[in-house]
């Protein structure tokens, strides 16, 4: 079968098992009003939680770092890649963080690949939430230790599969705040099973910075957990933070053994500093606009009640990420697509993102959403079909 006839096939099956992804052209600044392939819609599927990906201090942060750095950082970190506001921002947010260090990487994706790679190798094991992000499922595979994953948020069935392990170093790996779920890993319990199991914990809280905790340092803060509870912290800067890039933040030694060993951040280019410039400004208005995140939890609030009123089928989640669980791809997508014609953008999560039997709409919310928003939202899901 030639190339062609094989990705022809395989893009068959994928159409008619309802699991096609097509894009869509936004044709305005990220926002909660965009317009989509000519069309206007309210958005509900942004990770922009805070608002600040089109903030004008940010934007002119990005500008002004522009015109003094340009546009791209012209090599990798260790070449010449490595830039004054790179260095000011990983210091910034490993004061935000409270590590010691912090080492920012061109993306998360790539900040998982190269944490997991450097610390593990043949004959050690990596633990692994079963609803863990793919970055970090990739992480695993690719680090060549053994992969073992344990059910969800269960710290009982990962206290069992950390016995039966007696060789090599282990790594427990889990979301803070799951993607597609919205909900807290428990982490005190995660950290107990780790301290009693001599492994361990690495804890990838792209959803949770910024917004989880009473001052936005995500799920550990949320929890009461320190630096030698949770010694391997992921951040992306994407989401809340509104701009691009990821970091690790940790101690000493672990950010220079990821400095020498986690080869996508060794061979690959830097981040353009003006996007650190920018990231710069973020973390300051993250910190100062506290009610940008009270804004959130109230709106999150708003749509919880009248969700519930409306017999919507809600998850437990308390977070930005509000997943309506509607079992089968088709019926998500069919959803979907008349929430468009009504003018709301949000999307139809479908397998392999999420387990087959739980395709879903993911509803993601911004503090520039307002409650005449969400009663907007609220009363056409009811007339798209989706309450129970």
């Not at 301290?195 to 804890?203: C, G, Y």
């Not at 936005?216 to 949320?222: H, K, M, Q, T």
């Not at 996007?275 to 606009?289: D, I």
Request: with cysteine; net charge neutral; proline share 4%.
């Amino acid at each position: 079968m030639s190339l062609k006839d094989r990705c022809k096939q395989q893009l068959k099956e994928r159409e008619s098992a309802q699991l096609y992804r097509r894009r869509q052209v936004l044709e305005t600044r990220q926002g909660v009003e965009v317009v989509l392939d000519g069309r206007p819609c309210l958005n509900f599927s942004s990770n922009d939680y805070l608002g600040l990906a089109s903030h004008p201090k940010v934007v002119a942060a990005l500008e002004a770092g522009a015109r003094r750095w340009g546009a791209g950082s012209g090599a990798a970190h260790l070449v010449s890649g490595h830039y004054a506001p790179h260095h000011a921002l990983e210091e910034e947010l490993a004061e935000f963080t409270g590590r010691p260090r912090a080492l920012l990487f061109s993306t998360g994706y790539m900040a998982n690949l190269g944490v997991v790679s450097a610390l593990l190798g043949r004959g050690d094991t990596v633990f692994e939430d079963r609803l863990n992000h793919a970055s970090l499922i990739d992480a695993g595979i690719l680090s060549r230790a053994r992969l073992r994953r344990y059910r969800h948020a269960d710290g009982k069935d990962l206290r069992r599969q950390l016995a039966t392990v007696e060789q090599g170093e282990k790594l427990v790996i889990t979301d803070g705040v799951f993607s597609m779920d919205g909900d807290l890993a428990p982490l005190p319990d995660l950290h107990q099973a780790c301290r009693q199991a001599d492994a361990w914990l690495m804890v990838d809280d792209a959803h949770g910075l910024g917004v989880v905790g009473e001052t936005g340092r995500g799920s550990l803060e949320e929890f009461g957990l320190d630096g030698d509870a949770v010694p391997v912290l992921i951040g992306t800067l994407g989401k809340a933070f509104g701009t691009f890039g990821a970091f690790v933040a940790g101690g000493e030694t672990l950010i220079e053994t990821l400095i020498q060993q986690a080869r996508s951040y060794v061979y690959t280019t830097a981040l353009p500093p003006a996007v650190a410039e920018a990231t710069r400004v973020s973390l300051r208005l993250l910190q100062s606009e506290s009610w940008r995140r009270e804004k959130l939890r109230t709106l999150i609030r708003c749509f919880r009640d009248g969700a519930l009123e409306r017999n919507l089928p809600l998850t437990a989640s308390t977070t930005p990420i509000q997943p309506l669980l509607l079992g089968e791809a088709e019926k998500a997508l069919r959803i979907s697509e008349q929430l468009r014609r009504q003018g709301f953008l949000i999307s139809a999560i479908r397998p392999p993102t999420v387990p087959q039997g739980t395709a879903r709409l993911r509803i993601t919310f911004s503090a520039q959403h307002e409650e005449q928003h969400i009663e907007q939202l609220l009363d056409a899901l009811v007339t798209a079909g989706a309450a129970e």
